[in-house]
């Protein structure tokens, strides 16, 4: 299973990566979300974990590119982010997010997660 990381910090990315690769998900990484679009655009994923401040493209606009492309309409988006408001969770849903994941994040949690929304 391929998952694409999308954040702007290289500790977090790091994390993301160590905690997926030890699960046996293969990495693809960007450092915002145009970025993001760009890597995907090349490659097949099963699921998209997003930061949603982020410089270039934030995570709401980098969804809802990923939602505006037919080929992207069913794609899990996980939302990681240090976001809590209930403003923020209605906006990601509105554009297209699957779930949402407060960081610091628990790896099993995480991983639980995506098990549950990659069918």
């Known amino acids: 299973m391929r998952v694409l990381t999308v954040d702007d910090s290289r500790t977090m990315l790091a994390m993301l990566k160590h905690t997926l690769t030890s699960a046996g998900y293969e990495v693809l990484q960007a450092e915002d979300g145009q970025q993001g679009l760009d890597v995907l655009r090349g490659n097949a994923v099963d699921v998209v974990i997003t ?62 997660v995506i098990r549950k929304v990659v069918h």
Not at 66 to 75: E, I, M, T
Not at 81 to 103: C, L, M, N, P, Y
């Open 51 to 112: 930061d949603v401040n982020m410089p270039v493209m934030d995570g709401m606009d980098f969804i809802r590119n990923v939602r505006a492309s037919g080929d992207y309409q069913s794609l899990p988006i996980l939302i990681l982010t240090t976001e809590t408001s209930q403003e923020k969770r209605d906006e990601g849903r509105a554009a297209g997010g699957t779930g949402w994941i407060v960081k610091p994040f628990d790896p099993e949690k995480l991983i639980s």
